[in-house]
């Protein structure tokens, strides 16, 4: 939610933003008004005038992740799972199913480009949400388009949140969880 309220809100502080304010994005549908809440604050958001696009949401996600990470050479010869918000999107986007399984970074890249030609007024972030973790993920870590990656909801009947991902992948490469 940090992340679709920064890129929402130009990367304001949440108290800097008025509740009266209106947040625009490239990286909502068309056409589209509703409500954000983030934190105690609620937003009324929409659309640009003109319009939404995949390369102008894109763009503001790419500077968005470039203000905060930093390069993980690491990551681009290790195994790489995903998890949580991770999961929901790539299976709220249909590029895996109700299990997880394996897919590409490119994959959130096909699927945000997909979104933007094909928008879902029931789901308006899902655009903005692709968008932002192909960027993170490409941009921000520096995993190449092409990169495997285990995308998956629990381990041992346990739902994992996303940042346990790296201890996971940590302990598996020890022989300590599977």
Wanted: proline fraction near 3%.
């Amino acid at each position: 939610m940090s992340a679709r309220f920064s890129l929402l809100s130009d990367n304001r502080n949440p108290a800097d933003v008025l509740n009266t304010t209106i947040l625009t994005s490239p990286c909502l549908p068309n056409n589209f008004s509703g409500k954000f809440r983030f934190g105690s604050h609620k937003y009324q958001v929409g659309s640009l005038t003109n319009g939404s696009s995949f390369s102008a949401c894109l763009k503001d996600a790419v500077n968005f992740v470039d203000k905060y990470m930093v390069d993980i050479k690491e990551l681009s010869n290790a195994d790489i799972y995903i998890f949580s918000y991770f999961f929901d999107r790539a299976k709220d986007a249909g590029i895996i199913g109700r299990s997880g399984g394996q897919m590409t970074v490119k994959d959130f890249k096909r699927a945000a480009r997909h979104y933007f030609s094909n928008p879902l007024l029931d789901h308006p972030y899902l655009g903005m949400d692709l968008t932002y973790i192909y960027a993170l993920l490409h941009d921000g870590y520096h995993i190449r388009s092409n990169k495997g990656m285990e995308v998956i909801k629990r381990v041992k009947q346990t739902e994992i949140s996303w940042a346990l991902g790296s201890a996971f992948h940590l302990l598996s490469s020890m022989g300590l969880a599977r």
